[in-house]
């Protein structure tokens, strides 16, 4: 049963910085693309990051590029995001979720249940 | 970036009846278009991905159709368990991959 158990969310200050990671099980991590989403409260979706299941193909959105920066290390099964310098319109329920291919350009079939990123003076 | 644009936004139907949801792209991604459902509290579930292709598991109810920048989510019969928010993702013009807005679908 494929898994994704995301962590490492909580209450920051606006300037802050959280490491959200993502604990992958029940399929071949490196096979696959993996990317997070994020839901601010009431909002819709808003992809944020995704890498390609190498570790080569890395991407951000306009609005966290140069501020977050996603990696995975294959050898645990797990995805990271450091997110550095938030900012109050960061504030959303992060979620990591796996691309059916290998690279990123691709839809998300399985889905973490997300971890709360509140940033607030 | 190509923005995605889902109407209705919110959308009321009687179980047993067809609902419509449209997605409308600003350029052409091709077949490269994705449907997911969200129920409160709950992370998105695939349902539709190329445009037309069920996910594991996604009744048959469910169906997807068109391409270039108009796309359309059946619902054939409406069950109360569908109710939820809808989102169209498109996959082909990206970084970034982009979602819809949404569509609120309500049982009567």
């Known amino acids: 049963e494929v898994q994704l158990v995301e962590s490492g969310g909580g209450l920051v200050q606006p300037g802050e910085s959280l490491r959200l990671s993502c604990a992958a099980s029940?399929?071949?991590?490196?096979?696959?693309?993996m990317s997070w989403v994020r839901q601010a409260p009431g909002r819709g979706l808003e992809w944020v990051s995704g890498l390609s299941g190498n570790g080569v193909g890395i991407y951000y959105a306009d609005s966290v590029k140069g501020r977050f920066t996603v990696s995975r290390d294959n050898s645990k099964n797990t995805l990271y995001l450091q997110m550095n310098s938030l900012r109050a319109e960061d504030t959303a329920i992060y979620s990591c979720?796996?691309?059916?291919?290998?690279?990123?350009?691709?839809?998300?079939?399985?889905w973490g249940q997300g971890t709360v990123v509140t940033v607030s003076s | 970036e190509v923005v995605m644009t889902q109407s209705p936004a919110a959308l009321s139907v009687s179980p047993g009846e067809r609902a419509t949801l449209s997605c409308r792209a600003s350029?052409?991604?091709?077949?490269?278009l994705a449907w997911y459902q969200q129920k409160p509290g709950l992370s998105p579930r695939l349902l539709i991905n190329?445009?037309?292709a069920r996910a594991t598991g996604i009744p048959a109810r469910f169906s997807g159709s068109g391409s270039g920048t108009e796309f359309t989510l059946t619902i054939s019969s409406l069950q109360s368990e569908d109710s939820a928010i809808y989102y169209c993702?498109?996959?082909?013009?990206?970084?970034?991959?982009?979602f819809g807005g949404g569509t609120q679908v309500e049982i009567k």
């Open positions: 979720a796996r691309n059916v291919l290998s690279w990123g350009g691709s839809p998300m079939d399985y």
């Open positions: 029940g399929f071949t991590f490196s096979n696959f693309a």
């Open positions: 350029q052409s991604v091709y077949s490269n």
């Open positions: 993702q498109q996959y082909y013009n990206w970084p970034p991959l982009t």
């Open positions: 190329d445009t037309s």
